[in-house]
């Protein structure tokens, strides 16, 4: 995948986007900001942020920072951040590649990217970016479907894996290479939405 065709991609999405995927992922969202133990005045940076579906669930004592490639899924979230409730006021979203942010090091208590990993051509560098903008000792947390272990479910996956990029994502993505080369340690995991494919993972920030 390239960056000007996953922006391509979602941009199309950004219509329906909530209608199908809404209350599919929910539950990962939730757990997610759960895995992100959200204390007063922390501030949040979510990668990803899509329609801004997740930006309810943070508590309203904390700063969020969104980003996201796509200027019509953006264009979404500030929508729902005016209509929604008072809480959303301290939500600050910009259009960013994960993989190059424009913030400073050190400047986030902790970080969320929500189904983002595998829809960007470079996972690791978002991943090592994340790192560097979270503080020493911060929360990172990334929901995310990782490849199967499983030689008959991997052998799935590869096959339908042309069909997947077309609509946005991968599904070759494997979880301890990138654990590896990043030198992440998974402190939580669980599987989470259907059949509990996708996993929420936390790790600590070395």
């Keep these: 995948m ?15 986007y909530d ?11 939730v757990k997610a900001i759960e895995y992100l133990n959200v204390g007063e005045g922390d501030r949040i940076l979510e990668v990803g942020v899509g329609t801004g579906l997740s930006l309810s669930l943070y508590p309203e004592t904390c700063t969020i920072h969104g980003i996201d490639l796509s200027s019509h899924m953006l264009c979404i ?21 994960g993989s190059r942010l424009a913030f400073k090091d050190e400047q986030f ?16 560098g978002m991943l090592r970016e994340m790192m560097r ?23 799935i996956e590869k096959a339908i894996s042309p069909v997947c990029t077309r609509i946005g994502f991968t599904t070759d993505l494997r979880l301890l290479p990138l654990l590896q080369e990043s030198n992440l340690e998974v402190q939580r995991k669980e599987g ?15």
């Design 77 to 97: 979230a500030n929508k729902r951040i005016r209509n929604g409730k008072e809480g959303l006021s301290k939500v600050f979203l910009h259009r960013m590649d």
């Design 109 to 124: 208590d902790g970080i969320v990217a929500a189904y983002v990993m595998s829809a960007t051509p470079d996972p690791l």
């Design 192 to 206: 989470v939405n259907i059949f509990n494919s996708w996993k929420v993972i936390k790790c600590i920030n070395p």
């Design 133 to 155: 903008v979270c503080k020493k000792g911060g929360k990172i947390v990334f929901i995310n479907h990782f490849k199967s272990e499983n030689p008959f479910i991997a052998g």
């Design 2 to 16: 390239h960056r000007q065709s996953v922006e391509r991609t979602y941009d199309r999405l950004s219509r329906f």
């Design 19 to 29: 209608i199908v995927w809404g209350k599919v992922f929910h539950k990962g969202r």
